[in-house]
């Protein structure tokens, strides 16, 4: 069965700077998909970023980028000028191909510092 | 676009009584519905999985007469909570992937915090 581990229960960072939230996978599979989900004090899950495994390019959204690392199964979200709104635990998410669900990691806790 | 609505967003009910929670997709058609539980403080658990017009199938460990689903049609899901007891009392979350060659993602209701008294 796939795992997905967040090894950072919390994580915190200056308003404007720049954090880097961790996420390994464990996966036999070639075909997957990876995400990251922000979930706000309201519960409501926000997809922030998805990256599909063939493609080797990185994918980016505004001041949202991911470091895939397929071969060390690695997929890291880097979140640059932090803003006061990012503050949300944030879920690492995996995949396969075809109608399956999801599978999250633990989450980490992001706090931002004004 | 592909919206879920979810109802109720949270709910009260004492020990031993029912309680449904729907799920709508509401600008298109969610043939598989993802039922997820979480506690506080903590990652989203699978439930059980739902197809349109078939039984639910369920994740090891959830009891499929306690947690009924469901999928009778193209655009509603339902969970019960049946015998309600405290232990039940959590966050559900549905999901629903959006069958689309622009997004492959999911999208998910804004969920239900359920309190057995």
């Known amino acids: 069965a796939q795992t997905v581990t967040q090894s950072q229960p919390e994580m915190s960072v200056q308003e404007a700077e720049t954090v880097t939230l961790s996420c390994t996978y464990d996966?036999?599979?070639?075909?997957?998909?990876l995400f990251w989900y922000k979930q706000p004090p309201s519960r409501q899950m926000i997809l922030v970023i998805r990256?599909?495994?063939?493609?080797?390019q990185n994918a980016t959204e505004n001041r949202f980028s991911v470091n895939f690392q397929k071969a060390a199964k690695s997929f890291s979200l880097k979140i640059s000028d932090s803003q006061l709104g990012d503050a949300a635990m944030y879920f690492c998410?995996?995949?396969?191909?075809?109608?399956?669900?999801?599978?999250f990691g633990k989450g980490t806790r992001l706090s931002v510092i004004a | 676009g592909a919206v879920v609505s979810q109802h109720p967003s949270w709910v009260i009910c004492k020990s031993g009584t029912s309680v449904k929670i729907e799920c709508r997709s509401l600008?298109?058609?969610?043939?598989?519905m993802f039922w997820y539980r979480q506690f506080p403080k903590q990652s989203l658990m699978l439930m059980a999985t739902?197809?349109?017009?078939?039984?639910?199938?369920?994740e090891q460990g959830v009891e499929k007469d306690k947690f009924l689903i469901n999928h009778a049609s193209l655009t509603l899901s339902t969970l019960t909570v049946t015998s309600a007891h405290p232990e039940d009392s959590s966050f559900y979350i549905c999901?629903?992937?959006?069958?689309?060659?622009?997004?492959?993602?999911?999208?998910f209701g804004s969920g239900t915090r359920l309190t057995v008294v």
């Open positions: 998410a995996y995949r396969n191909s075809g109608n399956t669900p999801l599978v």
């Open positions: 600008d298109f058609q969610a043939t598989t």
């Open positions: 996966t036999s599979e070639s075909d997957y998909y």
């Open positions: 990256q599909e495994a063939y493609k080797q």
């Open positions: 739902s197809n349109e017009g078939s039984k639910a199938t369920y």
């Open positions: 999901s629903a992937r959006i069958n689309s060659k622009v997004n492959y993602g999911y999208t």
